[in-house]
């Protein structure tokens, strides 16, 4: 998945980093590539909160979307993509039965995404089960 995110940075301070698809997450460093690194953990710590109160995880928002809403001239927007297999540390290797043309489309739309066919099915089931889970 990726998310849109927004770089601030002041002369005197380090890089700050805002989530705008989940309020109140957000990140810093002393450099740009670490604000970057913390803010793909903040993110998936966010997520891990998410997931635990049967929370839905937002879906991520176009730039596009985001600039109608923010007018800060200044900011730097870009994209982080957040891994979600990292939610967990182990992995365990599974047997499933796919109807050939579905993989396909599958592996077609991982392959657009700079993902792997096991990434997506684990997003895809992580938001599946966050918004259909009942409270």
């Known amino acids: 998945?990726?998310?849109?995110?927004?770089?601030?940075?002041?002369?005197?301070?380090?890089?700050?980093?805002?989530?705008?698809?989940?309020?109140?997450?957000?990140?810093?460093?002393?450099?740009?590539?670490?604000a970057l690194q913390n803010t793909e953990e903040a993110i998936l710590t966010h997520i891990e909160g998410l997931l635990l109160d049967?929370?839905?995880?937002?879906?991520?928002?176009?730039?596009?979307?985001?600039?109608?809403?923010?007018?800060?001239?200044?900011?730097?927007?870009?994209v982080v993509s957040i891994d979600l297999n990292k939610l967990?540390?182990?992995?365990?290797r599974v047997n499933i039965t796919i109807p050939e043309?579905?993989?396909?489309?599958?592996?077609a739309y991982a392959e657009k995404e700079?993902?792997?066919?096991s990434g997506l099915l684990v997003t895809a089931t992580l938001e599946y089960i966050s918004h259909h889970a009942l409270n």
């Open 88 to 92: 967990s540390e182990r992995t365990k």
């Open 54 to 78: 049967n929370d839905p995880i937002p879906s991520p928002s176009s730039i596009e979307e985001l600039l109608k809403r923010n007018n800060d001239v200044s900011a730097i927007w870009g």
């Open 1 to 34: 998945m990726k998310y849109p995110i927004i770089v601030h940075k002041d002369p005197e301070s380090n890089f700050g980093v805002t989530v705008p698809d989940f309020p109140g997450c957000f990140s810093a460093g002393d450099t740009m590539e670490e």
């Open 101 to 107: 043309k579905l993989l396909s489309k599958i592996d």
């Open 114 to 117: 700079g993902e792997t066919r």
